[in-house]
């Protein structure tokens, strides 16, 4: 039985008894502890995903981070966006935002040019996929 599958059964409990007119109820609650382990998860993989796009394109991890228009930080930030967006976690792009104090339109405009470029750059599509495919074995 798995972590979520435990946490539904659990969640799921709540037991009333009457004996002889004494009503009992019986409620169980349940920490967050998976919601926490998810999130320590995600944090983590885009950390990961930092470090593996600094390896590969010698931009470090606090350029990305930081507030900069430089073209080719930029363009970094966008393939990270756009991988972050759909990795296993499935980053939502109100999460992307708070994450890297962005506003969610800043997430859905990276991913909407890597989406652009990747249609019609085939050499850019080898790289970002080259990137994807690196990130999804992190």
Not at 3 to 11: L, N, P, S
Not at 108 to 124: I, Q
Request: glycine share 2%; hydrophobic share 40%; charged share 25%.
């Amino acid at each position: 039985m798995t972590v979520d599958e435990a946490v539904k059964k659990i969640t799921d409990l709540k037991h009333s008894i009457n004996v002889d007119n004494i009503s009992l109820t019986i409620n169980i609650t349940v920490s967050k502890t998976p919601q926490i382990i998810n999130t320590n998860a995600k944090i983590k993989f885009i950390e990961e995903v930092l470090k593996m796009l600094e390896d590969e394109t010698g931009i470090t991890v606090y350029q990305i981070k930081q507030q900069n228009r430089k073209r080719e930080i930029a363009e970094v930030r966008q393939i990270l966006f756009y991988i972050l967006r759909y990795s296993r976690f499935g980053f939502g792009v109100s999460e992307l935002g708070r994450f890297f104090e962005r506003d969610h339109t800043t997430i859905v405009h990276s991913v909407k040019c890597v989406n652009n470029l990747m249609a019609t750059d085939y050499e850019y599509k080898q790289y970002v996929e080259k990137l994807i495919f690196k990130a999804s074995i992190l």
